[in-house]
T-cell receptor
Framework: GAGVSQSPSNKVTEKGKDVELRCDPI?????LYWYRQSLGQGLEFLIY????????KSGLPSDRFSAERTGGSVSTLTIQRTQQEDSAVYLC???????????FGPGTRLTVL | RKEVEQDPGPFNVPEGATVAFNCTYS??????FFWYRQDCRKEPKLLMS???SGNEDGRFTAQLNRASQYISLLIRDSKLSDSATYLC?????????????FGRGTSLIVHP
C-alpha cells in the first residue's frame, strides 16, 4: 500500500517568507509526527497528533512554527517569517497508534536563503 | 545527561564481522523502544522493535535492559549493505501522549 508522502520534496525560500509543508500519512494511522533534521544531526521532535486529541506541541522551537491536521489525515506544517537556521530536512511520520513503530515520509528539504 | 545517548562511531568493520551498538536512556518511564536505520540523505526506516525478552530477526538481535536503562543491537555476519546510521528510539508515554526521542545515531561502515 501507499506509504507516507510529503510535498514538496525541496523548497527554497527567502528569509522572512512563510512556507507550508504537507504530509499525507498512511491511511488508518491515528498518530502523526513532525521532525526536523539538520545536516549531520539527529532527529528533533516538533509536534505529535494523536486522533482527535489536542496535539503535543512541546517540540516546536518557536511561535513561528505551527501545524494542523485536518480530518485526522493530512497535516501541514507552517513556518512563518523563515530564518536561515530553519534550513533542514523536515520529516513526517505516522503510526497506527502513538508509541508504536513509525513510518517516515521522504522528507522536505527546506533551504532558507 | 541527554535523554538518549549513542556512541556516534563510526564503527568500521570487515564483512562477516559481528558488531554491537548500545543506546542508553535516562527516563525510567520509557515504554517502547525501536531501532531504525538511516541511509545517507534518506528517511529513517524501521529495523526492529525491542521487546523486554529480547528479540531476533535474522542476523539482527535486539535486547532491552530496563534495570540499566539501555538497549542494544547486535548484527552478525555483517554485509556491505548494512552500512548505514543506526538510530535508537525511546518512547515515553505521558497521559496518552507518546513522545519519541531519537538518539543521534551510530554510523556503521562495513568494508570488503
Amino acid at each position: 500500500g501507499a506509504g507516507v508522502s510529503q510535498s514538496p520534496s525541496n523548497k527554497v525560500t527567502e528569509k522572512g517568507k512563510d512556507v507550508e509543508l504537507r504530509c499525507d500519512p498512511i491511511s488508518g494511522h491515528t498518530a502523526l509526527y513532525w521532525y526536523r533534521q539538520s545536516l549531520g544531526q539527529g532527529l528533533e521532535f516538533l509536534i505529535y497528533f494523536q486522533g482527535n486529541s489536542a496535539p503535543d506541541k512541546s517540540g516546536l522551537p518557536s511561535d513561528r512554527f505551527s501545524a494542523e491536521r485536518t480530518g485526522g489525515s493530512v497535516s501541514t506544517l507552517t513556518i512563518q517569517r523563515t530564518q536561515q537556521e530553519d534550513s533542514a530536512v523536515y520529516l513526517c511520520a505516522s503510526s497506527f497508534e502513538g508509541g508504536l513503530k513509525q513510518y517516515f515520509g521522504p522528507g522536505t528539504r527546506l533551504t532558507v536563503l | 545527561r541527554k535523554e538518549v545517548e549513542q556512541d556516534p562511531g563510526p564503527f568500521n568493520v570487515p564483512e562477516g564481522a559481528t558488531v554491537a551498538f548500545n543506546c542508553t536512556y535516562s527516563n525510567s518511564a520509557s515504554q517502547s523502544f525501536f531501532w531504525y536505520r538511516q541511509d545517507c540523505r534518506k528517511e529513517p526506516k524501521l529495523l526492529m522493535s525491542v521487546y523486554s525478552s529480547g528479540n531476533e530477526d535474522g542476523r539482527f538481535t535486539a535486547q532491552l535492559n530496563r534495570a540499566s536503562q539501555y538497549i542494544s543491537l547486535l548484527i552478525r555476519d555483517s554485509k556491505l549493505s548494512d552500512s548505514a546510521t543506526y538510530l535508537c528510539v525511546v518512547n515515553k508515554g505521558t497521559g496518552g501522549s507518546y513522545i519519541p526521542t531519537f538518539g543521534r545515531g551510530t554510523s556503521l561502515i562495513v568494508h570488503p
